[in-house]
T-cell receptor, first 110, second 114 residues
Framework: AQRVTQPEKLLSVFKGAPVELKCNYS??????LFWYVQYSRQRLQLLLR??SRESIKGFTADLNKGETSFHLKKPFAQEEDSAMYYC????????????FGKGTKLSVIP | GAGVSQTPSNKVTEKGKYVELRCDPI?????LYWYRQSLGQGPEFLIY????????DSGLPNDRFFAVRPEGSVSTLKIQRTERGDSAVYLCASKIGGGNTEAFFGQGTRLTVV
């Protein structure tokens, strides 16, 4: 069975400080990993996916298959980064449904 | 164009009643998903449509839950004999075709069973 674990329910950082949101996964095959973000009163939206290896809004995430992790990082947090972040996994086959973690609420303190 | 639209945005119903939740996907998106998000949890998969057919309904919790997509566009999630435990935000997402293309989510319907 596939599982995504986000160990931190809430993460508070000061503006300008580095951010790391942790995500670990459990899957026997080759998964595809995503980070979704939900800003206040907005819908869930894709932030980035490991396969595209790009930086979005200064965030990056590297898939570490050895540690089964896909941590989200940003060197300098901004107030507008405050949001709920969800790590998600897709099996890469069949229905391509997403399995989400419970989410981490990031609060950037001015 | 418009994004994924879900109606109603909020629904309060009494235990035992029947409810229908509607999802209007982005035009041209053949894949449609329903997820349920309970308080403090991430979204959980319910059912997946490719076109008109339910290609994967393995996430439906029991036979009180049913979903249709008769013309391959709008989908309706139907819940019979609602229970208090059904209270959650029901999310719909659509995407172009199959594969790991980007899924676009609606704002959700917050269902409260009293």
């Amino acid at each position: 069975a596939q599982r995504v674990t986000q160990p931190e329910k809430l993460l508070s950082v000061f503006k300008g400080a580095p951010v790391e949101l942790k995500c670990n996964y459990s899957y026997s095959g080759s998964p595809e990993l995503f980070w979704y973000v939900q800003y206040s009163r907005q819908r869930l939206q894709l932030l980035l996916r490991h396969i595209s290896r790009e930086s979005i809004k200064g965030f990056t995430a590297d898939l570490n298959k050895g540690e089964t992790s896909f941590h989200l990082k940003k060197p300098f947090a901004q107030e507008e980064d405050s949001a709920m972040y969800y790590c998600a996994l897709s099996s890469g086959a069949g229905s391509y449904q997403l399995t989400f973690g419970k989410g981490t609420k990031l609060s950037v303190i001015p | 164009g418009a994004g994924v639209s879900q109606t109603p945005s909020n629904k309060v119903t009494e235990k035992g009643k029947y409810v229908e939740l509607r999802c209007d996907p982005i035009s041209g998106h053949t894949a449609l998903y329903w997820y349920r998000q309970s308080l403090g949890q991430g979204p959980e998969f319910l059912i997946y449509f490719q076109g008109t057919g339910a290609a994967d309904d393995s996430g439906l919790p029991n036979d009180r839950f049913f979903a249709v997509r008769p013309e391959g566009s709008v989908s309706t999630l139907k819940i019979q004999r609602t229970e208090r435990g059904d209270s959650a935000v029901y999310l719909c997402a659509s995407k172009i075709g199959g594969g790991n293309t980007e899924a676009f989510f609606g704002q959700g319907t917050r269902l409260t069973v009293v």
